[in-house]
Protein backbone atom coordinates (compact mmCIF):
# COMPACT_ATOMS: atom_id res chain seq x y z
CA UNK A 1 0.00 0.00 0.00
CA UNK A 2 1.30 3.22 -0.78
CA UNK A 3 1.22 5.81 2.21
CA UNK A 4 1.31 10.01 1.51
CA UNK A 5 3.20 11.06 4.73
CA UNK A 6 4.91 14.23 6.52
CA UNK A 7 8.12 13.69 8.17
CA UNK A 8 10.14 16.19 9.88
CA UNK A 9 13.49 15.49 9.28
CA UNK A 10 17.81 17.03 9.82
CA UNK A 11 19.59 18.20 7.39
CA UNK A 12 23.57 18.95 7.90
CA UNK A 13 25.77 21.12 5.65
CA UNK A 14 29.04 21.16 5.41
CA UNK A 15 30.21 25.15 5.52
CA UNK A 16 31.77 24.49 2.55
CA UNK A 17 28.60 24.08 1.11
CA UNK A 18 26.92 27.15 2.21
CA UNK A 19 26.50 29.84 -0.25
CA UNK A 20 25.36 33.13 0.37
CA UNK A 21 22.21 33.08 -1.97
CA UNK A 22 19.14 32.06 -0.74
CA UNK A 23 17.82 30.04 -3.71
CA UNK A 24 21.01 27.68 -3.71
CA UNK A 25 20.79 27.31 0.03
CA UNK A 26 17.37 26.06 -1.11
CA UNK A 27 19.11 24.11 -3.41
CA UNK A 28 22.24 22.50 -1.35
CA UNK A 29 19.52 21.34 1.56
CA UNK A 30 17.44 19.69 -1.09
CA UNK A 31 19.91 17.84 -2.66
CA UNK A 32 21.04 17.01 1.27
CA UNK A 33 18.22 15.77 1.56
CA UNK A 34 17.05 13.43 -0.55
CA UNK A 35 20.76 11.91 -0.82
CA UNK A 36 19.84 11.37 3.25
CA UNK A 37 16.59 10.14 1.95
CA UNK A 38 17.68 7.87 -0.16
CA UNK A 39 20.19 6.03 1.87
CA UNK A 40 17.76 5.50 4.63
CA UNK A 41 15.83 3.26 2.32
CA UNK A 42 13.42 2.21 4.51
CA UNK A 43 11.74 1.88 8.37
CA UNK A 44 9.39 -0.78 10.75
CA UNK A 45 6.48 2.05 10.42
CA UNK A 46 6.47 3.62 7.07
CA UNK A 47 7.88 0.66 4.44
CA UNK A 48 10.21 1.60 2.06
CA UNK A 49 10.89 5.56 0.67
CA UNK A 50 10.16 6.08 -2.97
CA UNK A 51 9.99 9.52 -3.11
CA UNK A 52 10.17 13.31 -1.90
CA UNK A 53 6.60 14.84 -2.78
CA UNK A 54 7.01 18.53 -1.23
CA UNK A 55 9.05 19.76 0.64
CA UNK A 56 7.02 21.94 3.82
CA UNK A 57 9.27 24.15 5.86
CA UNK A 58 13.13 24.84 6.16
CA UNK A 59 13.89 25.57 9.68
CA UNK A 60 16.57 28.10 10.69
CA UNK A 61 20.20 26.62 10.87
CA UNK A 62 22.13 26.02 13.62
CA UNK A 63 26.13 25.93 13.73
CA UNK A 64 27.20 22.65 15.09
CA UNK A 65 29.93 23.81 18.04
CA UNK A 66 32.88 21.18 17.11
CA UNK A 67 32.51 20.91 13.53
CA UNK A 68 31.27 23.81 12.11
CA UNK A 69 27.99 22.22 9.88
CA UNK A 70 24.91 23.64 10.34
CA UNK A 71 21.91 21.74 11.14
CA UNK A 72 18.48 22.85 9.04
CA UNK A 73 15.36 21.14 10.42
CA UNK A 74 13.05 20.77 7.49
CA UNK A 75 9.39 18.92 7.33
CA UNK A 76 9.04 17.19 3.93
CA UNK A 77 5.66 15.43 2.26
CA UNK A 78 6.69 11.96 0.92
CA UNK A 79 5.16 8.85 -0.53
CA UNK A 80 6.02 5.45 0.94
CA UNK A 81 5.34 1.42 0.25
CA UNK A 82 4.78 -0.78 2.85
CA UNK A 83 2.70 -4.16 2.80
CA UNK A 84 0.56 -5.52 4.86
CA UNK A 85 -1.14 -8.36 6.42
CA UNK A 86 -4.27 -9.54 4.36
CA UNK A 87 -3.27 -6.94 1.45
CA UNK A 88 -3.85 -8.10 -2.08
CA UNK A 89 -0.82 -7.56 -4.08
CA UNK A 90 0.90 -8.36 -7.95
CA UNK A 91 4.47 -9.68 -8.19
CA UNK A 92 7.02 -10.87 -10.76
CA UNK A 93 8.53 -14.29 -10.10
CA UNK A 94 12.33 -13.97 -10.12
CA UNK A 95 13.48 -17.45 -8.66
CA UNK A 96 12.10 -20.93 -8.74
CA UNK A 97 12.76 -23.50 -6.45
CA UNK A 98 11.67 -27.18 -5.32
CA UNK A 99 9.29 -26.34 -2.37
CA UNK A 100 8.27 -23.09 -4.26
CA UNK A 101 8.92 -19.43 -5.75
CA UNK A 102 10.43 -15.90 -5.23
CA UNK A 103 8.52 -12.70 -6.21
CA UNK A 104 9.49 -8.92 -6.65
CA UNK A 105 6.91 -6.58 -5.95
CA UNK A 106 7.74 -2.81 -5.98
CA UNK A 107 11.00 -2.27 -3.56
CA UNK A 108 10.20 -6.04 -2.23
CA UNK A 109 12.99 -8.46 -3.21
CA UNK A 110 11.95 -11.60 -0.99
CA UNK A 111 7.79 -11.91 -1.09
CA UNK A 112 8.10 -15.84 -0.59
CA UNK A 113 5.41 -18.60 -2.07
CA UNK A 114 5.58 -21.49 -0.53
CA UNK A 115 4.33 -24.90 -2.57
CA UNK A 116 1.69 -25.71 0.12
CA UNK A 117 0.39 -22.19 -0.45
CA UNK A 118 -0.37 -23.22 -4.05
CA UNK A 119 -3.31 -25.13 -4.00
CA UNK A 120 -3.61 -27.69 -7.47
CA UNK A 121 -0.05 -27.00 -8.50
CA UNK A 122 2.92 -29.15 -8.56
CA UNK A 123 6.70 -28.55 -9.44
CA UNK A 124 7.77 -29.54 -12.83
CA UNK A 125 11.73 -29.68 -12.67
CA UNK A 126 13.87 -29.12 -15.86
CA UNK A 127 15.70 -26.09 -17.08
CA UNK A 128 13.44 -23.57 -16.31
CA UNK A 129 11.79 -25.25 -13.69
CA UNK A 130 8.05 -24.37 -13.09
CA UNK A 131 4.48 -24.65 -11.18
CA UNK A 132 1.41 -26.38 -13.47
CA UNK A 133 -2.09 -27.16 -12.31
CA UNK A 134 -4.48 -29.46 -13.92
CA UNK A 135 -6.07 -26.27 -16.07
CA UNK A 136 -2.17 -25.93 -17.63
CA UNK A 137 -1.67 -22.37 -15.69
CA UNK A 138 2.02 -21.98 -15.16
CA UNK A 139 3.69 -20.42 -12.30
CA UNK A 140 7.91 -19.90 -13.60
CA UNK A 141 10.42 -17.16 -13.98
CA UNK A 142 9.47 -13.58 -14.95
CA UNK A 143 5.59 -14.86 -14.63
CA UNK A 144 3.41 -11.54 -13.07
CA UNK A 145 0.94 -13.46 -10.08
CA UNK A 146 -1.96 -11.97 -7.83
CA UNK A 147 -1.71 -12.61 -3.89
CA UNK A 148 -2.60 -12.27 -0.55
CA UNK A 149 -0.06 -11.21 2.47
CA UNK A 150 -0.39 -13.33 4.95
CA UNK A 151 2.57 -12.34 7.21
CA UNK A 152 5.60 -10.31 7.04
CA UNK A 153 9.25 -9.53 8.76
CA UNK A 154 10.90 -6.23 9.26
CA UNK A 155 14.47 -6.93 9.17
CA UNK A 156 16.16 -4.47 10.86
CA UNK A 157 19.98 -4.88 10.14
CA UNK A 158 19.36 -5.01 6.07
CA UNK A 159 16.58 -2.38 6.95
CA UNK A 160 14.04 -4.41 4.45
CA UNK A 161 10.97 -6.67 4.96
CA UNK A 162 10.24 -10.20 4.24
CA UNK A 163 6.93 -11.34 3.21
CA UNK A 164 5.49 -15.08 3.09
CA UNK A 165 2.26 -15.14 0.56
CA UNK A 166 -0.47 -17.09 -0.10
CA UNK A 167 -2.39 -18.05 -3.71
CA UNK A 168 -5.33 -19.65 -1.31
CA UNK A 169 -8.39 -17.21 -2.23
CA UNK A 170 -10.87 -16.07 -4.96
CA UNK A 171 -9.08 -14.69 -7.53
CA UNK A 172 -5.69 -15.60 -7.46
CA UNK A 173 -2.74 -16.90 -8.97
CA UNK A 174 -0.91 -16.07 -12.59
CA UNK A 175 -1.73 -13.30 -14.64
CA UNK A 176 0.20 -13.16 -17.09
CA UNK A 177 3.37 -14.50 -18.46
CA UNK A 178 6.37 -13.99 -20.47
CA UNK A 179 6.26 -14.25 -24.33
CA UNK A 180 7.48 -17.30 -25.48
Not at 25 to 49: C, E, H, M, N, P
Not at 51 to 64: M, N, Q, S
Not at 151 to 166: C, M, N, Y
Amino acid sequence: MFLKVQLPWNVILAPESLEAEGLMLQRSIIIRLLDDFAVKKATKDLGYYLAVTTLERIGEGKVRQHTGDVLFPVVFSALTFKIYRGEVLEGVVHKVLKHGVFLRCGPLESLYLSNLKMPDYHYVPGENPYFMNDKNSKIGKDVVVRFVVIGTKWLEADREFQALVSLEGDYLGPVSSPEI
